[in-house]
């Protein structure tokens, strides 16, 4: 049975680092050497807490030994095997909004639950209690759920288990209460109190339904004027730069004569033009890096509404296409000018947006 190594090593920049080495038969039959960072010297304190990482990994190389066949891990090495193989920063597979928040999910709910658990012990009918007693909102009892449905997947690919008992776990994700809703009116008078630059982002999240990690991504390089449309090529979060959540969030968006106008206005008054600059790019770093989206909703659109008298609750999830027709926010504003025809028709593009739920 192969133990392999765990040795401390040494870094140019950064501090010291734990690391893992094995070898493997490669397609050629010969030996291959492995390694693997399992995590800092600050964050893994002895050999002992090291060790404790390479517990599933160890499972997976000496899958062949017959002494471990019967033996089941527990549900915390399989975790983190799956974060090591899954959530490490050099998975760009797996955008990084969603690494923080599967990690996330297992740190605070499904480990301290279920880490000493050995797998062959879990079983649907108590994870289901579990879930139904937790204080959650069905959305997050569903995620949790979903979380650990694919910490089982991992382990079967990897033949760390055989089963996946969390499949047969029935977990709605419905809401408990209807979200707020805001109107034609609460929209408009929130457009018309805003500055330009936080008018220029509201108007294009409700317009287009880019996520907050991908319009504070956005570079002028992105924005082709000409053609109306807005190519999506990244997202950020806590800068750091990755990609895209979804396939589909990568393809050309068209935007109205109406944005492209907002954003040919933002673009003469920002300082950070070139094609490389951010679309919002904070002055505070010298425009190395876009603005905070928590702190511009936070410190200047919430406060707009509240002073409007709009006392939904309002963030970035909130601001984008779901339960409002944006069609009406042009046609008021052409209205306004005799003679105009409404830029489009409601059936032809629209758009939705809601205020409720979580930032």
């Not at 040795?7 to 050497?33: C, L, M, N, T, Y």
């Not at 050999?47 to 915390?76: P, W, Y």
């Not at 990690?213 to 807005?230: G, R, T």
């Not at 309002?314 to 046609?331: C, E, K, M, Q």
Request: aromatic share 8%; glycine share 6%.
């Amino acid at each position: 049975m192969q133990e392999g190594s765990v040795s401390i090593e040494s870094r140019k920049r950064g501090p010291d680092v734990w690391s893992f080495r094995w070898r493997e038969p490669g397609a050629d039959g010969r030996r291959i050497h492995r390694r693997i960072v399992l995590g800092t010297a600050e964050d893994l304190k002895s050999l002992a807490s090291a060790r404790r990482m390479v517990i599933g990994l160890s499972r997976e190389i000496n899958m062949n030994d017959i002494r471990l066949r019967k033996q089941s891990i527990t549900l915390a090495d399989l975790s983190r095997h799956y974060q090591q193989r899954e959530l490490a920063d050099r998975n760009s597979r797996i955008a990084y909004s969603t690494k923080r928040a599967y990690a996330g999910y297992l740190a605070k709910w499904i480990e301290p639950r279920w880490g000493r658990y050995a797998l062959s012990d879990i079983r649907a009918t108590e994870v289901k209690l579990w879930l139904s007693n937790l204080d959650r909102a069905p959305g997050t009892r569903s995620k949790i759920r979903n979380t650990m449905s694919l910490l089982f997947n991992h382990g079967r690919r990897h033949d760390l288990c055989e089963r996946n008992p969390i499949q047969w776990v029935r977990q709605s994700a419905k809401r408990r209460t209807a979200p707020d809703i805001l109107t034609t009116n609460e929209v408009q008078m929130l457009l018309a109190s805003l500055l330009l630059r936080e008018r220029t982002l509201v108007l294009l999240a409700v317009t287009t339904g880019l996520r907050r990690s991908e319009l504070f991504a956005l570079k002028w390089k992105d924005v082709d004027f000409d053609a109306k449309q807005i190519h999506v090529n990244r997202s950020i979060v806590h800068n750091v730069i990755g990609i895209c959540k979804t396939e589909s969030s990568q393809k050309p968006v068209p935007i109205h004569e109406h944005l492209v106008e907002a954003l040919h206005e933002w673009h003469d008054k920002t300082p950070y033009q070139t094609s490389e600059s951010w679309v919002f790019a904070s002055p505070v770093n010298k425009g190395r890096w876009p603005y905070l989206a928590q702190e511009l909703m936070r410190h200047h659109i919430r406060p707009a509404a509240l002073k409007l008298g709009i006392m939904k609750r309002i963030g970035w999830h909130n601001v984008s296409p779901y339960l409002f027709d944006t069609a009406s926010i042009y046609r008021s504003r052409t209205e306004d000018h005799a003679g105009t025809t409404p830029p489009f028709d409601d059936s032809s593009d629209t758009r939705y947006v809601h205020s409720g739920g979580h930032d």
